[in-house]
């Protein structure tokens, strides 16, 4: 078994360091506070290839493995959470789900630009009346024609207001004997005509992102957009979401490793009862359990993206990833509040704004909750893996790197 990351691997790391250092965390505070998204960020996350770093170079990738994708977001979250949504959203949820489900025509056409960074996307699933119980959406699709015309509401859709194409799942047949089984995904120019969308404003946390909810009346998409076969969406669905939440799960790694940085400068520097904090065995308790929650979080990521590599179905491994990550980073905030004392409730320092960024990661992409339960339900027994009828296809640098 071989821990070391790869050459490329550190390039990526480098590189995407670099701009969340250099680019972003000057500049993020006054963003954060602004309640928007600076606008350089994604025209350069797509000229820098971060947007399509996992996508094969033939489908307008920077042709790099699911590690490099983990890699990536560990640095983007480690400056702000806004930055690791865009690829949670993104690469996770819509280009990702192309490249696992898409047919090549779809591939050609809408991966392509995403991957580039020309078009933006997202993924949009979550409805006013349905988060957790997706399987009951009642967003609708009917078929009429070439097209389908699809009515509904999606909320909490990060990028909703800045997406060109959005993966959305809506209900096909509202007769299916199971109502998972009667869902289909599509993926949607936004641009469409009956499209709306706009923010959400007044969130606690992803500030400097971009959340909103998206409108569909009578808007007709083609039924060449259409993913996978009609009621394959729930399936669908789940897979993007075996993506989406690995990059939750890296990134909020590195918001683990920011916590963990600044409460040891801090510590070491205030003085309290005649010596630096760090001296002091409860805020040294503080700070190990930061620093062992950072090892644990960043084996857990890796395994998943490794297994992603290797083509093997990692459910069950993203789906802890993702818990143990999301829970420890939101603890390490708050110890990293307490640590800086009054200081720490300002925002002088970072620290209060990881708090309220790590809360979002606990909620969604699968709350906390559902992972428990997706945990216990293998853990029981109840729950095993069946063949996809498409699978994310493993990491093949020969096929990656291979201009088309
Ligand atoms: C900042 C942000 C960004 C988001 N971005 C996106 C996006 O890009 N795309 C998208 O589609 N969605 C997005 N979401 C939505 C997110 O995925 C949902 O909020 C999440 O799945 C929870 O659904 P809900 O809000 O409807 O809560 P509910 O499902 O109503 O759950 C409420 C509470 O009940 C708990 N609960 C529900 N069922 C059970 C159960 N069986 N057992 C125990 N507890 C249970 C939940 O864990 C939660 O604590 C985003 C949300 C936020 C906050």
């Given at each position: 078994?071989?821990?070391?990351?790869?050459?490329?691997?550190?390039?990526?790391?480098?590189?995407?360091?670099?701009?969340?250092?250099?680019?972003?965390?000057?500049?993020?505070?006054?963003?954060?506070?602004?309640?928007?998204?600076?606008?350089?960020?994604?025209?350069?996350?797509?000229?820098?290839g971060i947007l399509g770093i996992c996508i094969p170079?033939?489908?307008?990738?920077?042709?790099?493995?699911?590690?490099?994708?983990?890699?990536?977001?560990?640095?983007?979250?480690?400056?702000?959470?806004?930055?690791?949504?865009?690829?949670?959203?993104?690469?996770?949820?819509?280009?990702?789900?192309?490249?696992?489900?898409?047919?090549?025509?779809?591939?050609?056409?809408?991966?392509?630009?995403?991957?580039?960074?020309?078009?933006?996307?997202?993924?949009?699933?979550?409805?006013?009346?349905?988060?957790?119980?997706?399987?009951?959406?009642?967003?609708?699709?009917?078929?009429?024609?070439?097209?389908?015309?699809?009515?509904?509401?999606?909320?909490?859709?990060?990028?909703?207001?800045?997406?060109?194409?959005?993966?959305?799942?809506?209900?096909?047949?509202?007769?299916?004997?199971?109502?998972?089984?009667?869902?289909?995904?599509?993926?949607?120019?936004?641009?469409?005509?009956?499209?709306?969308?706009?923010?959400?404003?007044?969130?606690?946390?992803?500030?400097?992102?971009?959340?909103?909810?998206?409108?569909?009346?009578?808007?007709?998409?083609?039924?060449?957009?259409?993913?996978?076969?009609?009621?394959?969406?729930?399936?669908?669905?789940?897979?993007?979401?075996?993506?989406?939440?690995?990059?939750?799960?890296?990134?909020?790694?590195?918001?683990?490793?920011?916590?963990?940085?600044?409460?040891?400068?801090?510590?070491?520097?205030?003085?309290?009862?005649?010596?630096?904090?760090?001296?002091?065995?409860?805020?040294?308790?503080?700070?190990?359990?930061?620093?062992?929650?950072?090892?644990?979080?960043?084996?857990?990521?890796?395994?998943?993206?490794?297994?992603?590599?290797?083509?093997?179905?990692?459910?069950?491994?993203?789906?802890?990833?993702?818990?143990?990550?999301?829970?420890?980073?939101?603890?390490?905030?708050?110890?990293?509040?307490?640590?800086?004392?009054?200081?720490?409730?300002?925002?002088?320092?970072?620290?209060?704004?990881?708090?309220?960024?790590?809360?979002?990661?606990?909620?969604?992409?699968?709350?906390?909750?559902?992972?428990?339960?997706?945990?216990?339900?293998?853990?029981?027994?109840?729950?095993?893996?069946?063949?996809?009828?498409?699978?994310?296809?493993?990491?093949?640098?020969?096929?990656?790197?291979?201009?088309?």
């Amino acid at each position: 078994m071989d821990f070391n990351l790869s050459e490329e691997h550190r390039m990526v790391q480098k590189m995407v360091h670099d701009f969340a250092q250099r680019e972003v965390a000057p500049i993020i505070k006054e963003w954060d506070r602004k309640q928007d998204m600076a606008p350089f960020i994604l025209p350069r996350m797509g000229e820098l290839g971060i947007l399509g770093i996992c996508i094969p170079v033939r489908y307008g990738g920077a042709g790099m493995d699911y590690v490099s994708l983990g890699l990536a977001c560990e640095e983007l979250e480690a400056v702000d959470t806004t930055l690791r949504v865009v690829m949670s959203v993104h690469t996770g949820l819509c280009s990702m789900t192309l490249l696992q489900w898409g047919s090549e025509e779809q591939k050609q056409k809408f991966l392509v630009p995403l991957a580039k960074g020309e078009k933006i996307g997202c993924g949009a699933f979550t409805e006013p009346g349905a988060g957790s119980d997706f399987a009951h959406i009642r967003g609708s699709a009917r078929r009429e024609g070439d097209y389908y015309i699809l009515n509904g509401e999606k909320m909490w859709i990060s990028l909703a207001n800045k997406a060109d194409y959005a993966m959305v799942t809506m209900r096909t047949n509202p007769n299916a004997e199971k109502a998972s089984r009667g869902l289909t995904s599509f993926i949607v120019d936004l641009h469409s005509p009956g499209v709306t969308r706009g923010d959400i404003h007044g969130k606690l946390g992803v500030r400097a992102g971009s959340t909103g909810w998206i409108h569909f009346q009578d808007v007709r998409v083609p039924a060449e957009n259409r993913i996978g076969e009609e009621g394959e969406g729930f399936k669908i669905t789940m897979s993007a979401f075996d993506n989406g939440r690995y990059t939750v799960a890296a990134g909020a790694t590195g918001l683990i490793r920011a916590a963990l940085e600044e409460s040891v400068k801090y510590a070491r520097e205030r003085q309290a009862f005649g010596s630096p904090i760090a001296q002091h065995q409860l805020i040294q308790a503080k700070i190990a359990r930061m620093a062992v929650d950072y090892e644990a979080a960043r084996l857990l990521y890796l395994q998943a993206g490794w297994m992603k590599n290797a083509g093997s179905r990692n459910t069950r491994q993203t789906s802890a990833a993702k818990w143990f990550a999301t829970d420890a980073s939101f603890e390490a905030a708050s110890e990293a509040v307490q640590i800086h004392g009054g200081y720490g409730f300002s925002d002088e320092y970072n620290v209060e704004r990881y708090l309220r960024n790590s809360k979002g990661a606990v909620i969604y992409e699968g709350s906390n909750e559902i992972q428990r339960l997706i945990q216990a339900s293998y853990a029981l027994g109840w729950r095993t893996d069946k063949p996809l009828r498409r699978e994310l296809p493993p990491y093949d640098p020969d096929f990656w790197q291979e201009e088309a």
